[in-house]
């Protein structure tokens, strides 16, 4: 226990609670969008998934020496690792739109048929032992020195992130305020709840569900790059139930950016105290210690999942007369 007081330890955890936390917010944000407008997204995890892929792909290709040095500049390859990245997801996101909303398919089913695809087409492709440039630089390195005390691990916790990380949680005030507090926002939530008075008002509930379908899908793969370009390379399955985390998440926060971001990093505290304990000697298998984020899925479940209240046309087709 003493060694989980260290403070190198506690900044450690801290820093690696902020990192579990990111590609969950946006998963979580993405699911806001999404249900806010009446459609149900469980099909986050797939587009993450293979948002990673993506990213790691085009990361692959243009770190190859054949490529033109120009595209193999650090800011240019990423960027576009990036964009293939919010570019699958939000084509996969349309794919789940067109199908729910145009052809009235049952949302949950076609949102497991997405994840399905995504872990079988990102597993047949997948490229092993390739080698890319490089992740995503710091955008700000930590300006203070260890003889700095006190500065120092306060600037290893703000500083030293990935851009990102800091997007993340920009994303965050800027959703929330444009859900209620822009016009937008506005008929999100009101063809969530009444699509028919929304309707009657003169709002384009079918359009306005595909825009929202669509900003969910950029943002599900932009959690998928998060996992590749911070992080190492691709591995099947390696957004490893984070989408249903997400969700998860997106009900304790009662479909609200800030309380989704205050879930997202009691999440996160989970993944990375489970990291740290795996480094010291305790009297407990590995394999509960692994458990802990999963267990607090299911315990965060239990406990909100019957009091949190979702958009009352949330999951129903809605037909325009």
Wanted: zero cysteines; a positive charge; glycine letters at 12%.
């Amino acid at each position: 226990m003493e060694q989980l007081l260290n403070v190198t330890v506690i900044v450690a955890l801290i820093i690696s609670t902020i990192r579990a936390a990111v590609p969950i917010t946006l998963g979580a944000l993405s699911g806001i969008v999404s249900e806010r407008s009446g459609i149900v997204n469980i099909a986050i995890e797939g587009m993450m998934l293979a948002g990673a892929y993506m990213a790691f792909f085009v990361n692959v290709v243009l770190s190859q020496p054949n490529v033109p040095a120009w595209l193999q500049v650090q800011p240019i390859r990423l960027g576009l690792a990036m964009l293939g990245a919010v570019g699958v997801g939000a084509a996969l996101a349309m794919l789940h739109g067109t199908l729910s909303i145009r052809f009235k398919v049952d949302q949950i089913i076609s949102g497991t048929v997405i994840n399905i695809f995504s872990a079988g087409i990102t597993s047949y492709f997948y490229l092993g032992g390739q080698n890319t440039l490089g992740r995503l630089p710091n955008v700000i390195s930590n300006p203070f020195t260890e003889n700095q005390g006190l500065l120092y691990y306060v600037g290893a916790i703000i500083f030293d992130k990935g851009l990102i990380t800091y997007i993340t949680f920009a994303l965050v005030f800027i959703i929330g305020f444009g859900l209620f507090r822009t016009t937008w926002g506005l008929r999100t939530r009101a063809i969530g709840e009444n699509p028919r008075a929304a309707d009657t008002l003169g709002v384009n509930v079918h359009r306005l569900q595909y825009t929202n379908i669509a900003i969910s899908g950029l943002l599900a793969g932009l959690a998928g790059a998060v996992l590749i370009l911070e992080g190492v390379s691709f591995e099947r399955g390696m957004s490893s139930g984070r989408g249903f985390i997400a969700l998860a998440v997106m009900i304790f926060g009662m479909w609200r950016p800030s309380r989704a971001l205050v879930g997202a990093l009691i999440f996160g505290f989970a993944s990375a105290l489970q990291s740290q304990l795996q480094f010291i000697d305790i009297a407990i298998p590995h394999q509960f210690v692994a458990m802990l984020p999963y267990v607090l899925t299911l315990v965060v479940l239990a406990g909100f999942v019957g009091r949190a209240r979702p958009p009352a046309h949330v999951g129903e087709a809605y037909e325009v007369e």
